[in-house]
């Protein structure tokens, strides 16, 4: 009889004791403890075990759990007799930042003088030893949601002596979700408060700390080394392209069509692996999502659960503000091609606005990506930086990827279909009326206003329009942007899958006022180009006709957009 699938639970107690579905990953503190690292940060996408993971390491090794033994005794870590001897014998402190999603600052450093408070309450027997001294009682007693800075930052450095007085051994320290707060700092734009705090605690905590035995931090993204890590050189980082613990987090491909036989869903296991496989970590490229595989163990539905589990904000601001190259990328993986970048797995938030690479390293370490390729270089190759090949992870990353897209136009979306109608129509009176009530909404939120002229305006509403077509019309057009064809390289280009369809080509401008009398001069500029160009050669050399070739001008003056074709009909 298959187990029963508890959805959510983070308490590896909880799991076992219950006898609830669960993939025995304790390997994973053999292999961490093996390893001997003083730090260790490990980065994975949201929703791939983290917390449990931490939640199962400090049920092994803290003192608080010494009688504990029991709940590892079926599984893959009891099996040697040192290990078995080590469970429960560490103090360990405990602690996540999972929650600390404020607004600003101040809400920010509040919410974590809590978490440190409740840590300490946790361990208010430590004050009725004779172990401490006066001054430690003290300094203990300041730790309140009430306390200072400086306090707050040295309070896990002291609770590490206190516990080390109280039992004889140095401490553990597991950080979850350590860059929770820096995400949202990034977002509501308190990211030089938080790091000074950030960087002050965490080089007490984890450098100038001689009551540490070992650490652990997770999180989804590794941040720069100079940002909050700048004195920590006894840091190991693991992140996504890494091979140590590489199928420690998430589902490898034997295990989930394991549970699919247990569960009795065994013919459908290349429709699971079409939806959730390609997670790709170090070297392994068949690792699958937990929380997509349990919800579909669970439910027996194929849809996405992944995707919806929590905000894809940053994501979607990411891509809806980034530059032209963001945009131009973004089409091509919405189209299953491939992105050959250099990327830095170091993360700097502050540099997000303006830095592609960085990115891009975000979007894979968040799993909305995956590595398909890898060219490192070395021994006869040039000493550049390696490049990897990104694409979109799976069906389900891009099905919530169309999704985003459009969401972009959910403020007018009647307005948009009707354009697209229009344009598949050819009735160019309608396109007018309907791409003007478009523009005048989606401008302003295609633009940040962050230092960008006007003139970038219609440019960013332009490649996120091009991500819209994309997304309502695959699978009737071959949709490209800025492609090569005749002597140039035109703006939109729609080619029709089946014949007996029109093909499209559009051409943007802006009015200028030194060179254009009017919108219709800027249209008919912009008609003139994909003729001078000769634009439609690409299909031509297709076999499209000349008479299935429809050519727009889009002209544009602030919001205000006009539309032309050679002969002023659509």
Known sequence: MARTVGIGHQDFSYLI???????????FIKEWWENEDAVTLITRPRRFGKTLTMSMLEYFFSVKYADGGELFEKLAVWREERFRSLQGTCPVISLSF????????????????????????????LLESDLLGEGDKEFFRRITTDMDEVDA??????????????????????????????????????????????????????KTNPWLERAIMTGITRVSKESVFSDLNNLEVVTTTSEKYADSFGFTEEEVFSAMDEFGLSDQKQEV????????????????????????????????YWANTSSNSLAGKLIREGSRGIKEGFERLLQGEYLRISIDEQIVYNQLDGNESAIWSLLLASGYLKVADYEEYGEGLPLTEPKYELTITNHEVCLMFRSMVRGWFS????????????????????????????AEETFRFFDTGKRRSKRSEPERFYHGFVLGLIVELEDRYVITSNRESGFGRYDIMLEPREAGRDAIIIEFKVYRAGRDASLEDTVCAALS????????????????????????????????????TENGKG
């Open 273 to 304: 692996k079409s939806w959730y496989n390609g997670f790709t970590f170090g070297k392994r490229t068949d690792i699958y999502n937990p929380w997509s595989i349990l919800n579909y163990l669970d439910k027996k539905k194929l849809t996405t």
């Open 17 to 27: 004791q219950n006898n609830l579905f669960y993939i025995d990953k304790t390997e």
């Open 411 to 438: 403020a007018n979306v009647s307005d948009y279909n009707d354009f697209i109608r229009a344009l598949l129509l050819g009735d160019l009176d309608a396109m007018n009326e309907y791409i003007n009530r478009v």
């Open 153 to 206: 930052s040295m309070a896990i450095h002291h609770l590490s002596k206190f516990m080390n007085l109280y039992y004889g051994r140095k401490a553990i320290i597991l950080l979850d979700e350590y860059d929770t707060p820096m995400q949202e700092a990034y977002v509501n734009g308190y990211w030089d408060e938080l790091v000074s705090f950030t960087r002050s605690m965490f080089n007490a905590a984890f």
């Open 98 to 125: 999972a929650s600390v999603k404020e607004p600003d600052y101040t809400a920010t450093k509040k919410k974590i003088f809590q978490i440190l408070a409740d840590l300490y309450s946790d361990h208010a027997f």
């Open 529 to 564: 180009q994909i003729e001078e160009k000769q634009y439609e050669a690409l299909l031509r050399q297709k076999g499209v006709s000349a008479e299935r070739i429809k050519k727009y001008g889009f002209a544009f003056q602030g919001k205000e957009v006009l539309i032309g």
